[in-house]
């Protein structure tokens, strides 16, 4: 077992890290403040292909593996969540269920240029009642001609005003499963523009504030037959797939959270002077910093095994949720030893640590809760 | 349309410098970057691959190492890499080198040779100038701005405070100035088909033309008599004073050494 990166995950990293330093971590602060989305930054990422890493070059992408896309959310992440996120979301829940449910055709509409960052993609499923228990879906779509008419509403979409192309998830009817009804669940690919698709409130958050967080309203909105993803009833298997690489992406968020906090803690501790010396000579903070580090490397071993699980094996569910639980939980115990060890600074927004201690909170909630990464957990291991 | 960019894996300024007991530099024990002057170059060929389907093929000299430095320019888009490496070319001065890479040169098909104005190690800006000498083609240095017109290359030359417009009958040579652009990033998908690139290998029996004795420190008529990472500086002097007197005596310090 060999734990040595290949040249290509190497020359990738060292890529996506100068890209962060030098256009991402400069406007990280600004980004938080305003809560502006970062257009330019997702501009430039088009650009250099980051939108498309693991979409194969046939279909505008990259053709690289799942782990160099966990490098580029980790690396871009260590500097600034938002932007971190926006890269997962469009990758992991949008471009990857039309890359595995979608027609050829389809794929050549809306994947190629998602790919190729010509559109931004967002993903919705979530509803008011409907989180974690997806069968609480309202939204409803009903075919009409050669049209499904889609009514209702999702909340909470990442990418939300900003995104061009959208993946939602609408109750299509009932069907009858081991003697119980439940709600067939449809997935949908939407473009924005379309008549009766419209935007609601803009979510005020805690962190990764510069994402562009909406509520999605379908009134009588019309979407043409063929943008059916999948098959009919298909949904909710799609949208159990594609959280399984969403969650892979946000554990690389945490993960890059964590390590950026950790960064910045090591050196404010070598700078900040306490009672006639620096208090990284103080045998606590070098405890403290011991732990952040082991945790942060774990969580490493485990993102990556997830990527290369995604890559190799047909289910990797389980290393998902694992390496999901582990990094957002992770990410908010570093970043919040982080804020301690900075003391007083740590809690102004001068210092990054306040910041990334924000963003840290959402990685245990969103696309699935650390107590729904426990439930996946458990399940397999106790089936 | 050909072109050859030139470009040179240099140390790292971030990663310390270290040098061999000959007072060379451990290229080998270092941290290395591309030659920002040479990015800009090779940059400016990738428009031209751009613009007019330009084939862009850099070409650098060192240890095997320096293979990276073509996988890098690969993945920005170039679209071959040869490397010239041979113990017997080791410790070269900018002769030396230059007469290598011309040797290199007269086994390829060019309109345009690109280098960087100059490499961080050294500084001496020698080498483009000296391979164009070498092969017997124009040169033009100091490129803040390149076009190309028909078989011609129109370049603004920096000067001090001007800029002189050069027109020069290709196949020539151009050295790039670091301001030239702004280059590029790799892109993912460019450095997995860097890492699968095959990139052309060539020793000191592949070069043509040249004479054993311009070839690697023996041929190197620089001499090195000191090499050293950090420049010593004495302790400095320190007073005590209060800021209206502090204000006079680096005032008189200043008119003392006539920086005032």
New interface residues.
């Given amino acids: 077992m060999d734990f040595t990166l290949r040249k290509e995950h190497e020359m990738a990293r060292a890529l996506f890290k100068e890209f962060a330093e030098k256009e991402v971590k400069p406007l990280a602060q600004e980004v938080d403040e305003t809560e502006e989305f970062p257009r330019e930054t997702a501009r430039k990422m088009a650009k250099n292909g980051f939108l498309g890493i693991p979409v194969p070059k046939e279909y505008g992408g990259q053709g690289c593996d799942p782990l160099t896309y966990v490098m580029c959310v980790e690396e871009l992440s260590k500097v600034c969540g938002t932007t971190g996120v926006i890269v997962s979301a469009h990758t992991s829940l949008c471009c990857d269920p039309i890359m595995t449910f979608g027609t050829e055709e389809q794929k050549a509409k809306y994947l190629v240029p998602l790919a190729k960052g010509e559109k931004l993609g967002a993903f919705g499923l979530t509803e008011p009642g409907a989180g974690t228990d997806a069968q609480g879906q309202q939204t409803k779509a009903v075919l009409d001609g050669d049209e499904y008419v889609v009514n209702g509403s999702k909340i909470f979409i990442t990418n939300g005003k900003e995104a061009d192309i959208y993946v939602i998830f609408a109750v299509t009817g009932m069907i009858e499963k081991k003697g119980r009804k439940i709600k067939e669940i449809s997935a949908f690919i939407v473009e924005k523009g379309t008549p009766g698709f419209g935007f609601g409130t803009k979510e005020k958050k805690m962190g990764i504030r510069g994402s562009s967080t909406y509520e999605l309203i379908f009134t009588d909105c019309r979407i043409p037959k063929e943008n059916l993803l999948g098959k009919i009833g298909q949904g909710f298997k799609i949208a159990m797939h594609t959280l399984d690489g969403g969650r892979i992406g946000i554990a690389a968020q945490a993960l890059g959270i964590a390590e950026g906090a950790l960064e910045r803690t090591i050196a404010y501790t070598k700078e900040r002077k306490q009672f006639g010396k620096s208090i990284a000579a103080q045998q606590n903070t070098q405890f403290q910093l011991a732990d952040m580090a082991t945790k942060v490397q774990a969580a490493q071993l485990l993102v990556y095994k997830a990527a290369m699980a995604k890559a190799t094996q047909k289910e990797y569910g389980f290393e998902a949720a694992q390496a999901k639980l582990y990094a957002a939980e992770v990410a908010m115990e570093v970043t919040t030893k982080a804020v301690q060890l900075h003391g007083g600074y740590g809690y102004t927004r001068e210092y990054d640590v306040e910041r990334m201690m924000r963003d840290a909170k959402i990685t245990e909630i969103y696309e699935g809760t650390s107590e729904v990464q426990r439930m996946v957990i458990s399940a397999a291991l106790l089936k | 349309m050909k072109v050859v960019v030139c470009i040179k894996q240099v140390p790292d300024t971030k990663g310390g410098v270290k040098f061999n007991p000959d007072g060379t530099l451990d290229r080998a024990a270092m941290m290395t970057i591309m030659n920002p002057d040479d990015k800009a170059g090779l940059e400016a060929a990738l428009r031209l691959k751009d613009q007019y389907g330009a084939e862009v093929t850099v070409l650098t000299m060192g240890l095997p190492k320096a293979e990276d430095v073509l ?2 320019a690969i ?1 920005m888009g170039a679209d071959k890499g040869v490397l010239v490496t041979d113990r017997v070319l080791g410790g070269a001065d900018t002769w030396a080198t230059s007469q290598t890479l011309a040797g290199a040169l007269r086994n390829m098909d060019y309109d345009l040779i690109i280098t960087g104005r100059q490499a961080i190690d050294g500084d001496t800006a020698q080498v483009g100038p000296q391979i164009s000498e070498h092969l017997n083609i124009p040169v033009i240095s100091y490129a803040q701005n390149l076009k190309i017109d028909g078989d011609s290359v129109i370049v603004e030359r920096q000067y001090d405070d001007r800029y002189h417009v050069l027109k020069a009958k290709m196949p020539c040579l151009i050295t790039a100035l670091a301001e030239l652009n702004e280059p ?9 088909d ?2 699968k690139a095959e990139i052309t290998v060539w020793g000191r029996a592949d070069l043509k033309d040249v004479e054993d004795s311009n070839l690697g420190l023996k041929g190197s008529p620089t001499q090195i008599a000191k090499a050293s990472d950090k420049v010593r500086k004495g302790a400095g002097e320190k007073v005590v004073l209060d800021p209206s007197e502090a204000v006079d005596y680096i005032v008189d310090k200043l008119k003392v050494r006539h920086v005032i």
């Avoid at chain 2, 590029?184 to 997995?192: A, K, L, Q, V």
Wanted: positive net charge; contains cysteine.
């Fill in positions: 996988r890098e993945a590029r990033y790799m892109t993912p998908g460019g450095i997995f860097a890492c």
